[in-house]
Nanobody
């Protein structure tokens, strides 16, 4: 059974940095992508970033471009989200999710559709407050 566990959230001030981690386990499929989503109180869950574990190609939503960096460690089945220059509006619960494919995944102009993510983590809270 596929499991994802996020960690690294916390309470920070505007301008600070955090690094979130997501570790995936319980599967033996080769081709997959991991995405980060976030959900703020009273808002819909939104896509933040995603990365192909095949080739490292990635995508970022406009609001985090230049501030967030997604990276991967295939040997550990881990994905990281380095978040710099955090803003008040980055406050949310951050979730990682995995999409498996029968073929290699390359991420070009967008992440795989949300409906394709079959497993989700429990989330980690990020609070940016002055």
């Amino acid at each position: 059974q596929t499991q994802l566990v996020e960690s690294g959230g916390g309470l920070v001030q505007p301008g600070d940095s955090l690094r979130l981690s997501c570790v995936a386990s319980g599967f033996n499929l080769v081709h997959y992508a991991i995405a980060w989503f976030r959900q703020a109180p009273g808002k819909e869950r939104e896509e933040v970033s995603c990365v192909s574990m095949d080739d490292g190609s990635a995508y970022y939503t406009d609001s985090v471009k230049g501030r967030f960096t997604i990276s991967r460690d295939n040997a550990k089945n881990m994905v990281y989200l380095q978040m710099n220059s955090l803003k008040l509006e980055d406050t949310a619960v951050y979730y990682c999710a995995v999409h498996f494919s029968r073929r290699p995944i390359t991420i070009a102009t967008m992440c795989p559709p949300r409906k394709l993510y079959g497993s989700w983590g429990q989330g980690t809270q990020v609070t940016v407050s002055s």
